[in-house]
């Protein structure tokens, strides 16, 4: 336990020396410039978390919490990709960590490989894939949903899957337009609440 508290403390501070060297290189750039270099330094702090929890999984695998912030670091990767066939990739590894340690038997696993499921959905090029890949968010939404007693929790999960459903629409139309995708944010904030109740 001492040991994964010592890599998270270093992993920030890593984080935090990174954020200001990327401010630092956006001093004077145009936004389209600003853009390019927050979606690098996104993309740098996922696989940085990513790195993270495949440490800690490697000491622990049963870990469930972790390994939902895996999932929902490799979900948020998918959403930054422009490629269908890279973000389903993906996403597909996502859904087989969230099928390992125990996962499906928590609420919060349930909900990461809902949500996975439900963008593998969007970016499958098969469509008995994305079909299946459907059905599966269906049933497992309704698996977490169940399981959740509160009423005011509940709301909270209706309002967190309307917006994800928005998120991941849009991240579909973006790509499929070969357009830059612009969701990955708005998805990293719609699924965060969920996946941080463990």
Known sequence: MYTA?????ATAHDQRRATLEHLKRMEGKSEEEKHAELRLM??????NVVDNCRVQLAQDASNVGVRC????ALFERAMMLDDPAAASSVLREAIQEMGQG???????????????????????????EASAS????KQLFAQAASRETDSERRQIFKKEREALDQAI????????????????????DAGGGRAAKT
Do not use: C, I
């Open 102 to 128: 125990g996962a499906l038997g928590e609420p919060t696993g349930m909900w990461v490989a809902a949500v996975a499921y439900q963008a593998l959905a969007a970016s499958a090029t098969d469509p008995a």
């Open 69 to 72: 912030e895996l999932g929902k």
């Open 134 to 137: 459907k059905q599966q968010a």
């Open 42 to 47: 996104q993309a740098q702090m996922l696989e």
């Open 169 to 188: 629409a849009s991240w579909s139309r973006a790509f499929r337009k070969g357009a830059p995708v612009a969701a990955a944010a708005a998805a990293s």
């Open 5 to 9: 508290m010592v890599e998270q403390l």
